[in-house]
């Protein structure tokens, strides 16, 4: 009899692909191999702004849901800290200053769109966001750290001074998707759901360079 694949591994397994592609696109790769800019930085925070106001309040609609309650945390909480990179790198008025790019747009449609009604859309989400933030995410922070003399200012976002232990966090995050009671289809539209967060993620960093391009021809 064959062993039984936990989810949390099949949902790595089958997703990696995605996450592969949206690591490699173009944007992100110039960024974290210093050929990008503080203004392309800049950029992509905005964007994560309008992407975290609508998971966290989604978050906040779902915290009484009976499976997507375990997965939701004060620690993971990323808005407060967006917030204030924004006010460090645009300035006060950085609200005024920022739009949500087509994408963008589409992708926080998306995340409104699954947790008004299906808390494993939700959790998709979720989970490609904030493990990917614990993972990932640190270094992204190490390099803006590095190229833009930042030190805790400008990248608060990847900081969660509420975990401790990153690997255990996550650990436990894995543990509580495999506990969580769904039959095959349901897992199977979980893991689409992740790579439809993953396209958005790709589709994002297309959209910041075509946006960062076409700055350039005008000016």
Same mark, same amino acid.
């Given at each position: 009899?064959?062993?039984?694949?936990?989810?949390?591994?099949?949902?790595?397994?089958?997703?990696?692909?995605?996450?592969?592609?949206?690591?490699?696109?173009?944007?992100?790769?110039?960024l974290?191999?210093?050929?990008?800019?503080?203004?392309?930085?800049?950029?992509?925070?905005?964007?994560?702004?309008?992407?975290?106001?609508?998971?966290?309040?989604?978050?906040? +609609?779902?915290?009484?849901?009976?499976?997507?309650? #375990? $997965?939701?945390?004060?620690?993971?909480?990323?808005?407060?800290?967006i917030?204030?990179?924004?006010?460090?790198?645009? !300035?006060?008025?950085? +609200?005024?200053?920022?739009?949500p790019?087509?994408?963008?747009?589409?992708?926080?449609?998306?995340?409104?769109?699954?947790?008004?009604?299906?808390? !494993?859309?939700?959790?998709?989400?979720?989970?490609?966001?904030?493990l990917?933030?614990?993972? !990932?995410?640190?270094?992204?922070?190490?390099?803006? =750290?590095?190229?833009?003399?930042?030190e805790?200012?400008?990248?608060?976002?990847?900081?969660?001074?509420?975990?401790?232990?990153?690997?255990? $966090?996550?650990?436990?995050?894995?543990? =509580?998707?495999?506990?969580?009671?769904?039959?095959?289809?349901?897992?199977d539209?979980?893991?689409?759901?992740?790579?439809? #967060?993953? +396209? $958005?993620?790709?589709?994002l $960093?297309?959209?910041?360079?075509?946006?960062k391009?076409?700055?350039?021809?005008?000016?």
């Open positions: 009899m064959a062993a039984v694949i936990p989810f949390s591994q099949a949902l790595r397994e089958r997703t990696w692909t995605g996450h592969s592609d949206s690591e490699g696109a173009g944007f992100m790769t110039d974290m191999s210093g050929k990008g800019t503080k203004d392309d930085y800049i950029a992509l925070v905005a964007q994560h702004y309008f992407i975290y106001e609508a998971i966290e309040a989604a978050a906040d +609609r779902m915290k009484n849901d009976p499976v997507a309650a #375990a $997965f939701i945390s004060p620690k993971l909480t990323r808005l407060p800290a917030e204030e990179d924004l006010r460090f790198l645009i !300035g006060d008025d950085w +609200r005024s200053q920022i739009t790019l087509p994408t963008t747009q589409r992708y926080v449609t998306r995340i409104n769109e699954v947790a008004a009604t299906w808390n !494993g859309g939700f959790i998709a989400h979720h989970y490609t966001r904030y990917g933030d614990l993972s !990932g995410g640190q270094i992204i922070r190490t390099l803006m =750290q590095r190229q833009f003399g930042f805790t200012n400008g990248v608060g976002f990847y900081l969660f001074g509420d975990i401790a232990k990153p690997k255990e $966090f996550k650990e436990t995050y894995r543990t =509580q998707l495999d506990a969580v009671d769904w039959d095959d289809a349901e897992r539209r979980v893991i689409d759901e992740v790579l439809v #967060a993953y +396209r $958005f993620n790709t589709e $960093f297309l959209d910041l360079a075509d946006a391009a076409a700055t350039t021809q005008v000016a």
